[in-house]
């Protein structure tokens, strides 16, 4: 009996020695410790948000210093108009992320001007040093039907960050109805807005944002196009048109893989052999972005390749 204890309290004392000699990895160092998309507006400084870890213990860098600039302690600061590569490393881990510099504080770029179940989804991009807080109440106005009320609660989102707030009708009775009786062409989870309109806080500071689509015919194409513009404070943002995707032969894996960042579109179309059709032009805050679609070489996936300022900066097959 005496042994079996002996035996056991050495086999605790092993247990506990190797348990103690083992390094505890916390859940900042084993996730990303800050954001993967930081906004920021021009000429303004932001300390970067992290996650679970001391900024001022992160090595911070940037991939092209004109842009912007960063110190020791993680505030950076916007020189010009742009998009840079932020990069981070912390006890031995290294995280990569994207600033983006902008004309305003604060913007609502992925309206999407539609729907989906009767809900409005507004993605929020906030540059400023301060946090935004979001609307409770918006309006939109639906084609064919007129004004509508959206409510959510009141949200807060970080300065530097982006935040997808969803809004719900107060009374979705009349959204239903108007689907289901009158306009038996569209998805009852996708309908048309022509505009959305509210007004959200930076501080104290209040800012009204409104977007205005509207369906334009292009005869190149021979289809329509939903144009829109974006305004905050009544200056325009941003502005551009969304068009249908066009199939267009082919794009091989081995001309996808050859497209690379950084090229231009003339030496993509090169790569590939034919023009692609062009399925977004906008410009915002200082930035010009097109996209360009084409078809694969068996026909069954789509080649999707967006531009800034005319060069490759995104590809996608699927």
């Given at each position: 009996?005496?042994?079996?204890?002996?035996?056991?309290?050495?086999?605790?004392?092993?247990?506990?020695?190797?348990?103690?000699?083992?390094?505890?990895?916390?859940?900042?160092?084993?996730?990303?410790?800050?954001?993967?998309?930081?906004?920021?507006?021009?000429?303004?400084?932001?300390?970067?948000?992290?996650?679970?870890?001391?900024?001022?213990?992160?090595?911070?860098?940037?991939?092209?210093?004109?842009?912007?600039?960063?110190?020791?302690?993680?505030?950076?600061?916007?020189?010009?108009?742009?998009?840079?590569?932020?990069?981070?490393?912390?006890?031995?881990?290294?995280?990569?992320?994207?600033?983006?510099?902008?004309?305003?504080?604060?913007?609502?770029?992925?309206?999407?001007?539609?729907?989906?179940?009767?809900?409005?989804?507004?993605?929020?991009?906030?540059?400023?040093?301060?946090?935004?807080?979001?609307?409770?109440?918006?309006?939109?106005?639906?084609?064919?039907?007129?004004?509508?009320?959206?409510?959510?609660?009141?949200?807060?989102?970080?300065?530097?960050?982006?935040?997808?707030?969803?809004?719900?009708?107060?009374?979705?009775?009349?959204?239903?109805?108007?689907?289901?009786?009158?306009?038996?062409?569209?998805?009852?989870?996708?309908?048309?807005?022509?505009?959305?309109?509210?007004?959200?806080?930076?501080?104290?500071?209040?800012?009204?944002?409104?977007?205005?689509?509207?369906?334009?015919?292009?005869?190149?194409?021979?289809?329509?196009?939903?144009?829109?513009?974006?305004?905050?404070?009544?200056?325009?943002?941003?502005?551009?048109?969304?068009?249908?995707?066009?199939?267009?032969?082919?794009?091989?894996?081995?001309?996808?893989?050859?497209?690379?960042?950084?090229?231009?579109?003339?030496?993509?179309?090169?790569?590939?052999?034919?023009?692609?059709?062009?399925?977004?032009?906008?410009?915002?805050?200082?930035?010009?972005?097109?996209?360009?679609?084409?078809?694969?070489?068996?026909g069954d996936k789509t080649c999707s390749v967006n531009f800034q300022n005319g060069k490759v900066y995104y590809k996608k097959m699927s």
């Amino acid at each position: 009996m005496k042994k079996s204890i002996k035996n056991l309290i050495c086999y605790l004392l092993v247990l506990v020695t190797i348990l103690c000699s083992t390094p505890l990895h916390t859940n900042a160092a084993s996730k990303r410790f800050f954001n993967r998309t930081i906004f920021i507006q021009k000429g303004k400084s932001l300390k970067i948000p992290t996650n679970g870890v001391k900024r001022s213990k992160v090595k911070w860098s940037l991939r092209r210093s004109g842009i912007a600039s960063v110190n020791k302690s993680g505030k950076v600061k916007a020189n010009r108009l742009g998009d840079v590569s932020i990069i981070g490393k912390y006890k031995g881990k290294t995280c990569k992320g994207s600033l983006y510099i902008m004309n305003t504080p604060a913007d609502i770029l992925n309206d999407d001007c539609t729907t989906t179940n009767y809900r409005v989804d507004l993605e929020f991009h906030n540059a400023s040093s301060k946090p935004l807080y979001t609307p409770a109440n918006i309006k939109v106005t639906l084609d064919g039907f007129g004004t509508v009320n959206y409510k959510a609660s009141v949200q807060k989102v970080p300065a530097g960050c982006e935040k997808r707030i969803y809004f719900f009708p107060v009374n979705p009775t009349p959204l239903r109805n108007f689907l289901e009786n009158n306009h038996s062409d569209y998805s009852y989870d996708d309908f048309t807005l022509k505009k959305i309109s509210f007004s959200f806080k930076i501080g104290r500071k209040s800012y009204s944002f409104r977007s205005v689509c509207k369906d334009v015919w292009n005869p190149d194409s021979q289809s329509y196009e939903m144009e829109f513009r974006r305004y905050v404070n009544g200056k325009r943002v941003s502005f551009g048109t969304y068009s249908e995707e066009k199939d267009l032969s082919g794009v091989s894996s081995a001309e996808y893989k050859k497209i690379k960042n950084g090229m231009s579109y003339k030496r993509v179309v090169n790569i590939i052999g034919c023009s692609g059709e062009k399925f977004i032009d906008m410009k915002s805050h200082g930035q010009h972005i097109t996209g360009y679609y084409w078809s694969s070489e068996d026909g069954d996936k789509t080649c999707s390749v967006n531009f800034q300022n005319g060069k490759v900066y995104y590809k996608k097959m699927s």
